[in-house]
């Protein structure tokens, strides 16, 4: 078989995004277990008899592809075994991770661990719950796994143990510093020492600070890029608290 029609057959995956495309067709992203993150071209997705059934994101897929390019051609979709819709609560947390996973990851690059964390958060997320400590723990998860990581647990200067009792402030590219508590960006070592063993503290302000920490860490890795949840989330929440 030629390069340029390269077969890929019923490999597991998550839909990312979708765009009409023509007519009938739609443009797809989705992120695969074996092959990492693609576009593909679905033709005759739209319409009255659409080809793909279950093209919805937050549903594992068996997707199958031909082609060898940037954007090679969708030849099959079904369900990949039964999964639970998102409760209404958690749709928007699901759109973020979809969105970083588009804007932190690389195309025909595989990252079977990352599709693993990506499908046990979704099923964290179906489990229904707060929302809040899933998502650090995928946000600290993914930088870790994609190379961006920050050490959480000692001092970058001195290589010294964090203190839960001290204070840091902690600046993506930059390490963790000693600082003195109440100071600007301050925060606690033991909000540290909990991201740096994979918890995500539950105290209201801990877990805030552990929020605006992550945060600061993702937005240094998207180089001033905009997440469009994060915009429809603060409008969302903006209605709330008028209503």
Known sequence: MSRSQRRVE???GYLLHRRSFRDTSLIIEFFSREHGRLTCFARGARGPRPRFFGLQPFEPLLLSWVGRGEAPQLSGA?????????????????????????????????HPELYELYDATLGELRAGGSPDPVLRRFEKRLLDLLGYGMELAAEV??????????F???????GVQRAEGGSPGAVSGRVLLSLA?????????????????????????????????RVVARA?????RSA
């Open 168 to 174: 840091y402030r902690c600046e993506p590219g930059r």
């Open 78 to 110: 079904e369900p990949a075994g039964f999964a639970a819709a998102l409760p209404p609560a958690s749709l928007m947390s699901g759109f973020y991770l979809n969105e970083l996973m588009i804007k932190l990851t690389h195309q025909h690059d595989p």
């Open 157 to 166: 200067a001195s290589q010294a143990p964090v203190q839960a009792e001290g």
């Open 197 to 229: 063993a994979g918890e995500v503290p539950h105290a209201p302000a801990d877990a805030r600070a552990a929020r605006l920490l992550m945060r600061a860490a993702l937005d240094h890795c998207l180089d001033g890029r905009e997440l469009k949840s």
């Open 236 to 240: 969302v929440a903006k209605l709330e």
């Open 10 to 12: 019923l490999t597991p």
